[in-house]
């Protein structure tokens, strides 16, 4: 079984700067399981992490597509795929960081999401519903049909409601029913899953600082630009966090501070679902940072666990 380390953990608990050391330490190469880190042009508002900050561990899956084009967790597998080939033949330990525990979940697990139908008239139509009656009438569109889902999945992650409708109307079926076949198969990789966690109140006063620095650095000046290029609201990559909250400001429907405030209260409750969905997963191996003094001592920790699961010789 080929080797892979996972390190993931709420957004804003430090996984960025913890990853390049990891990588330098176990021979590894990095691939990014960010559903918006992809996306050129976009910098600020997802955090992506600077050419100079990788410190020469080669990244997959950063800066790679346009605004426009779409990312799902399909899409998102067959490039991680390909990224794993490489840093197998390389000889190198794939190291796969962020924070959408479903894309992680998809290549761990190698979930088959088949040649997915696509109706795309009855997606737009879905979007169109949600900007007009809002993105409760959607959900509660989702709970008539797979219930299942709907409780999973928050109502203001459209993306995914929308995909959850699209796929019932597809195959007669719900995705739950789907997902949970998927969710019984075991892994084909020799695996360690690093769930890095931070006290709850330190998480939070984290992530309201990191918006701050976000306004600091040019948030608006990035979304603005970005609107001015033509790329409009609906557009998967414009409904990330940080971006939609901003837009809505330059269209005059929210004042700035508004907007800032409601980017930090997303980001929290995003945060509290991502520790929900890695709470869940089977293998997780839980890192509380206030159980060590020093990042090292983490680092030293995961070393140990990893050589251990013999995917690590030191």
């Known amino acids: 079984m080929k080797p892979m380390v996972i390190l993931t953990g709420p957004t804003a608990v430090g996984k960025t700067a913890l990853s390049i050391r990891l990588a330098k330490a176990i021979g590894g190469e990095i691939i990014s399981a960010d559903s918006m880190q992809v996306y050129q042009k976009m910098n600020i508002g997802t955090a992506k992490i600077k050419t100079d900050e990788m410190e020469g561990i080669p990244h997959y899956l ?67 519903m949600s900007r007009e009656e809002g993105n409760e009438a959607l959900h509660r569109m989702l709970s008539q049909k797979d219930p299942v889902s709907a409780q999973k999945i928050h109502p203001n992650n459209v993306k995914r409601v929308i995909r959850a409708l699209e796929f019932y109307r597809l195959n007669g079926y719900p995705i739950s029913e789907h997902n949970e076949k998927e969710s019984q198969k075991e892994s084909p990789y020799q695996f360690a899953y690093f769930v890095l966690n931070q006290d709850r109140k330190k998480l939070y006063e984290r992530i309201d600082q990191r918006v701050d620095l976000m306004m600091e650095a040019g948030l608006l000046k990035e979304v603005q630009e970005l609107k001015e290029e033509g790329y409009g609201k609906s557009l998967v990559s414009m409904q990330g966090i940080g971006y939609k909250e901003i837009y809505e400001y330059l269209e005059g429907n929210l004042t700035l501070d508004q907007a800032v405030d409601l980017i930090k209260k997303d980001t929290r409750h995003f945060a509290k679902r991502q520790l929900t969905w890695f709470g869940r997963e089977k293998d997780v191996i839980m890192i509380q940072k206030e159980q060590f003094e020093t990042e090292e001592e983490i680092l030293q920790h995961m070393l140990e666990i990893l050589k251990q699961k013999g995917i690590y010789h030191g």
Do not use: C
Request: proline content about 3%; overall charge negative.
């Open 62 to 128: 950063v800066d790679v597509l346009d605004p426009a084009e779409e990312f799902h967790v399909a899409r998102f597998q067959k490039m991680a795929k390909e990224a794993l080939q490489n840093i197998y033949g390389k000889g190198k330990i794939p190291l796969v960081v962020g924070g959408t525990g479903f894309y992680i979940q998809s290549l761990l697990y190698d979930i088959d999401f088949e040649e997915e139908e696509q109706d795309m008239e009855y997606r737009e139509m879905l979007w169109k």
